[in-house]
C-alpha cells in the first residue's frame, strides 16, 4: 500500500525554511515569521476586534505590497456586506472572515486564497453575485469563493457536489480548513453543547476525511483544537469580555432599529 502521508511536516518545513533565509538574509525573517499561536492565545484573540484587524493588516502590509489595496478594498467590501452579522461572541461577522484569511496565510495561502478567504460568505451569505465579485475583484478569486460556497447567484448546490468540488483544488481545501478552524475556535463561545458536539461530529466525519490525504498536518491541528474545547471551559475574563461585547452589539442593533 503506498504511504501518502508528506515526507516531512508543515512546521519542519517552516523550520527548515526560516533557517535558510536567517542563513541567506536576516532581515527577510520577520516577514514570513509564522510561529503558530497556542490554542488559548487564538481563542482569546477571537474576542478582540482589534486584535484581529492588526494581525491582519500587518500580514497584508508586509506580505502583498503591490497589491494591498486590493485587499482594503475587499476588507472595506466584507464589513459593508455583513454589518449586521455577528458571531456567538458578539464580535462582528467579518472577524471570522478576516481569521479565515490569517489561518489561511499562516499556512502557505498565497494571494488569491487571502483574498478569497475574506470574501468566502460573500456569495452565500449577503446577495453578493459570481460577476460581481469577477468584476471587483478577479476571476481567479471569483472562482475559489464559488467553490467554498453552498449557493452562488441563490442556486443551492447539494452537499455531495460541494464537497466533491472542493476536493478537486487544493487551494479551496486550504480556504475551507481555515474557515473550519475557526469556526470550531467560535463554538468555544457557543452555550448551546448538544449543537456543539454535533459540529464536533460533523467536523471529524467530513471536514478531516476531505483534507488530511493533502494537507495531514492541517487535519490533524483540527482534531487537537477540537479535544482541546472538549475539555476546557471559558475563563471568567473571556465571560466578561463576552457581557461587554454584546452590550456593544445592542448599542448597534438599536441604532440600526432608528
Same mark, same amino acid.
Given at each position: 500500500?503506498?504511504?501518502?502521508?508528506?515526507?516531512?511536516?508543515?512546521?519542519?518545513?517552516?523550520?527548515?525554511?526560516?533557517?535558510?533565509?536567517?542563513?541567506?538574509?536576516?532581515?527577510?525573517?520577520?516577514?514570513?515569521?509564522?510561529?503558530?499561536?497556542?490554542?488559548?492565545?487564538?481563542?482569546?484573540?477571537?474576542?478582540?476586534?482589534? @486584535?484581529?484587524?492588526? #494581525? /491582519?493588516? !500587518?500580514?497584508?502590509?508586509?506580505? *502583498?505590497?503591490? =497589491?494591498? +489595496?486590493?485587499?482594503?478594498?475587499?476588507?472595506?467590501?466584507?464589513?459593508?456586506?455583513?454589518?449586521?452579522?455577528?458571531?456567538?461572541?458578539?464580535?462582528?461577522?467579518?472577524?471570522?472572515?478576516?481569521?479565515?484569511?490569517?489561518?489561511?496565510?499562516?499556512?502557505?495561502?498565497?494571494?488569491?486564497?487571502?483574498?478569497?478567504?475574506?470574501?468566502?460568505?460573500?456569495?452565500?451569505?449577503?446577495?453578493?453575485?459570481?460577476?460581481?465579485?469577477?468584476?471587483?475583484?478577479?476571476?481567479?478569486?471569483?472562482?475559489?469563493?464559488?467553490?467554498?460556497?453552498?449557493?452562488?447567484?441563490?442556486?443551492?448546490?447539494?452537499?455531495?457536489?460541494?464537497?466533491?468540488?472542493?476536493?478537486?483544488?487544493?487551494?479551496?481545501?486550504?480556504? @475551507?480548513?481555515?474557515? #473550519? /478552524?475557526? !469556526?470550531?475556535?467560535?463554538?468555544? *463561545?457557543?452555550? =448551546?453543547? +448538544?449543537?456543539?458536539?454535533?459540529?464536533?461530529?460533523?467536523?471529524?466525519?467530513?471536514?478531516?476525511?476531505?483534507?488530511?490525504?493533502?494537507?495531514?498536518?492541517?487535519?490533524?491541528?483540527?482534531?487537537?483544537?477540537?479535544?482541546?474545547?472538549?475539555?476546557?471551559?471559558?475563563?471568567?475574563?473571556?465571560?466578561?469580555?463576552?457581557?461587554?461585547?454584546?452590550?456593544?452589539?445592542?448599542?448597534?442593533?438599536?441604532?440600526?432599529?432608528?
Amino acid at each position: 500500500m503506498k504511504n501518502t502521508e508528506p515526507l516531512i511536516s508543515t512546521e519542519e518545513l517552516i523550520k527548515s525554511l526560516k533557517t535558510w533565509i536567517k542563513e541567506s538574509n536576516p532581515e527577510a525573517l520577520e516577514v514570513i515569521d509564522y510561529e503558530s499561536k497556542s490554542i488559548e492565545d487564538e481563542i482569546n484573540i477571537c474576542l478582540h476586534v482589534d @486584535k484581529i484587524e492588526s #494581525r /491582519l493588516t !500587518n500580514l497584508i502590509d508586509r506580505n *502583498f505590497p503591490d =497589491n494591498e +489595496e486590493k485587499f482594503y478594498e475587499a476588507i472595506l467590501f466584507i464589513k459593508e456586506k455583513h454589518e449586521w452579522q455577528f458571531r456567538d461572541e458578539n464580535t462582528p461577522y467579518y472577524c471570522h472572515l478576516m481569521l479565515t484569511a490569517i489561518y489561511c496565510f499562516e499556512n502557505w495561502g498565497w494571494e488569491n486564497e487571502v483574498l478569497a478567504s475574506l470574501l468566502h460568505d460573500t456569495l452565500e451569505d449577503t446577495g453578493v453575485t459570481y460577476n460581481e465579485l469577477v468584476e471587483l475583484f478577479w476571476k481567479e478569486v471569483a472562482n475559489l469563493v464559488k467553490l467554498v460556497s453552498f449557493s452562488v447567484d441563490w442556486e443551492v448546490i447539494n452537499e455531495e457536489e460541494y464537497y466533491s468540488n472542493i476536493q478537486k483544488s487544493p487551494q479551496a481545501l486550504l480556504i @475551507k480548513w481555515a474557515d #473550519r /478552524l475557526s !469556526n470550531i475556535y467560535s463554538t468555544m *463561545f457557543t452555550q =448551546n453543547q +448538544e449543537w456543539k458536539n454535533w459540529y464536533f461530529d460533523r467536523t471529524r466525519k467530513q471536514v478531516i476525511p476531505l483534507i488530511k490525504d493533502l494537507y495531514l498536518d492541517l487535519a490533524k491541528k483540527i482534531e487537537e483544537v477540537i479535544i482541546y474545547l472538549e475539555n476546557n471551559s471559558l475563563s471568567k475574563e473571556q465571560e466578561k469580555r463576552i457581557l461587554n461585547l454584546k452590550k456593544i452589539k445592542e448599542i448597534k442593533e438599536n441604532i440600526m432599529k432608528k
